[in-house]
């Protein structure tokens, strides 16, 4: 089981920037690939981006691709995302994502964040 923990969400002007965290717990947690998807109002959620275990590779959705940029940290278990140039309608709830192995691609784990609120204002 990996519980994973987000933080850094808030508001932001449209242009601005913004960096998440996300902390997974575990044993297993850096064999795990680990990203973020997101969830607007009324709309269903979808990816944004994935790191593969072992840092074996980082995948983005086209819409965020040269705009926010996915990392691990030192010690596998977490993944921060930075993302600049953000528009209003990337307000969303961010959720972090995780599930084991090394993937190729965005991929859906089945382990997820309680989410944080990001709010791009006009």
């Known amino acids: 089981q990996v519980q994973l923990v987000e933080s850094g969400g808030g508001l932001v002007q449209a242009g601005g920037s913004l960096r998440l965290s996300c902390t997974a717990s575990?044993?297993?947690?850096?064999?795990?690939?680990m990203g973020w998807f997101r969830q607007a109002p009324g709309k269903d959620r979808e990816p944004v981006a994935t790191?593969?275990?072992?840092?074996?590779?980082?995948y983005y959705a086209d819409s965020v691709k040269g705009r926010f940029t996915i990392s691990r940290g030192n010690a596998k278990n977490t993944v921060d995302r930075q993302m600049d140039s953000l528009k209003p309608e990337e307000t969303a709830v961010y959720y972090c994502?995780?599930?084991?192995?090394?993937?190729?691609?965005?991929?859906?784990?089945?382990?997820w964040g309680r989410g944080t609120q990001v709010t791009v204002s006009s």
């Open positions: 575990g044993r297993t947690a850096i064999t795990y690939h």
């Open positions: 790191s593969s275990a072992n840092g074996a590779g980082s």
């Open positions: 994502n995780a599930g084991p192995g090394v993937v190729p691609r965005i991929t859906r784990g089945p382990y």
